[in-house]
């Protein structure tokens, strides 16, 4: 079996995205995931170019990786001077890598415009810099900017830059498509003619421009390249860059390459929704393979095909990357829909047991109401749970009270909550203040339920949703309150209706509660 290289690019690249920045804390934690999903390159940026790369640099040591190799990124030197005199080639001496990646340009207008220096000198400064750390025992990998822009205007030049590097003793040549405007039958082409001309291992790493870079990736392989570069979930900057979640699974499962080991694929959902929690960024439902839309059925026809036949359907079993089948319920679903759900919570039911026709009876009078339950999979298990009479409660509400608050008109507007709750025999009298009266009610809730649960501490709610369903009413109308929750490895939706948004939001507050307690309470009995 051919191998492919992965190179994570997260912690560079990655936090080039808009609205992301790492700690030195989140690092090390998105360092270990990645080591623990057998990922072998792990690039960590310039350990000398801020305070905070020098930390992690420094704390990353001692983590003892057991499948990744930490790799330290910089620039060819600078021109004009030698390269023991460039201080971000010294700083990558001292950050202690085996290996490192040195870019450098390989488009002539770069070269001219950008480096403002001359062609001849550009390619010492390739040498110089590559020979250096081979010299000096490292590893080196060289990133070839913007190497297929110059390639298609200026062949002989770019190939140059190419052939220098691998003079100067460099490990591999990565393809960059720097600017994300290739097709793919560009990359191919280009890919294979280098693969054809060159005595030493490509890569490739390409930017999301054109929505390209997967399919990109995916054509530079089939061309000869070894290693493909990206980020786990395809954050970076402008438009991002290859999706790895995308990429890993598409060349395991459907193309015979190894990328990790075998027993790691069903860890590809759970590794993504931790980077993205890390990076305090929502993943797209639609993000293929990880996403909880990747394998989602609304019509009624696919439902039914599905539940024949998964393959008629589904590319490949969800569970294989770690995902699951997601039947939305809604008014193209149909009847067998809700039978399948309610199987998947109590496989004793089936289509023509009596009470299967009593829930559904109960989930149309529900939806008749306001619910929804097609985005809600977590308060549709509550209801069907609490239905059978299999639901153990963890607490009860037993008041609550918000007060809203504004000294002046300047002044920001303030709420507070207070609740009272009941575990067994124990109450606790909680308040909290928030910037509106859920946001307040949600901090109140917790605050008051972690002396007694305190996984509740790692849950956080991504995403909050209202909707008036009768606007003739005015403000009399019922709203429904859709909320999105995660506790950093999975993501569940309640949802509550009624004529006050403060009531609404309250019961798909309780709702998410409750379903991740219930999961937790699950995986414990199963571990035990």
Not at 6 to 28: C, H, M, P, Y
Not at 185 to 210: A, F, P, Q, S, W
Not at 242 to 270: A, H, W
Not at 505 to 522: F, V
Request: hydrophobic residues 40%; glycine residues 8%.
């Amino acid at each position: 079996m051919r191998e492919i290289e992965i190179f994570d690019s997260t912690l560079r690249d990655g936090a080039q995205g808009e609205n992301i920045s790492f700690t030195v804390d989140d690092k090390i934690h998105i360092v270990k995931a990645l080591d623990k999903l057998g990922i072998p390159y792990i690039e960590a940026g310039n350990p000398g170019s801020n305070p905070k790369d020098i930390e992690f640099f420094e704390r990353v040591q001692n983590l003892g990786l057991k499948n990744s190799q930490l790799v330290a990124f910089g620039s060819t030197r600078r021109r004009g001077i030698r390269v023991e005199e460039d201080k971000n080639v010294m700083a990558l001496v001292a950050g202690g890598t085996d290996t490192v990646v040195i870019f450098g340009k390989s488009w002539d207008l770069h070269v001219t415009e950008v480096l403002r220096t001359t062609l001849e000198e550009n390619l010492s400064m390739i040498y110089d810099t590559l020979h250096f750390f081979v010299e000096n025992g490292k590893q080196v990998m060289f990133d070839a900017e913007h190497f297929f822009d110059g390639f298609k205007l200026n062949e002989e030049y770019a190939m140059q830059t190419l052939y220098t590097a691998q003079k100067a003793g460099a490990s591999r040549i990565v393809l960059c498509d720097t600017r994300g405007g290739c097709f793919p039958e560009e990359i191919y082409n280009i890919t294979k003619k280098v693969v054809d001309r060159l005595d030493v291992k490509i890569g490739i790493h390409c930017h999301n421009d054109m929505g390209c870079a997967v399919a990109n990736s995916l054509m530079a392989v089939e061309a000869g390249a070894v290693q493909v570069q990206g980020t786990y979930v395809g954050y970076g900057e402008r438009c991002g860059n290859t999706n790895l979640s995308s990429v890993i699974p598409s060349l395991q499962f459907k193309k015979g390459y190894r990328c990790i080991p075998d027993e790691q694929m069903k860890n590809l959902t759970e590794t993504a929704r931790f980077v993205a929690e890390i990076s305090n960024i929502t993943l797209s439902g639609g993000m293929p393979y990880v996403g909880k839309s990747a394998f989602a059925h609304k019509a009624g026809m696919h439902i039914d095909g599905v539940m024949k036949n998964a393959g008629s359907f589904e590319h490949l079993p969800p569970e294989t990357v770690g995902n699951k089948r997601n039947i939305l319920l809604s008014e193209v679903a149909g009847r067998t829909a809700i039978i399948d759900r309610i199987k998947h919570i109590d496989p004793r039911i089936t289509k023509d047991s009596p009470i299967a026709q009593e829930i559904v009876d109960r989930l149309k009078e529900l939806e008749h109401d306001g619910y929804q339950y097609e985005a809600a999979a977590a308060s549709l298990e509550l209801v069907v749970l609490k239905y059978l009479k299999k639901f153990q409660p963890f607490f009860e509400l037993d008041h609550f009270r918000i007060i809203g608050e504004q000294d002046t008109q300047n002044s920001p507007k303030v709420s507070s909550a207070l609740v009272k709750i009941k575990v067994g025999e124990q109450y606790e009298i909680t308040a909290d203040e928030g910037e509106g009266p859920v946001h307040a009610l949600d901090k109140a809730l917790r605050k008051a339920l972690t002396v007694f649960y305190p996984s509740l501490n790692d849950v956080r709610l991504i995403d909050y949703k209202v909707r008036v369903m009768e606007s003739r009413k005015a403000t009399a109308a019922k709203v429904r309150v859709l909320i999105e929750t995660t506790d950093g490895r999975s993501v569940w939706t309640t949802v509550g209706v009624s004529t006050d948004i403060i009531n609404a939001s309250l019961r798909a507050l309780l709702d998410s509660i409750e379903y991740k307690l219930m999961k937790d309470y699950n995986e414990n009995l199963n571990m035990g």
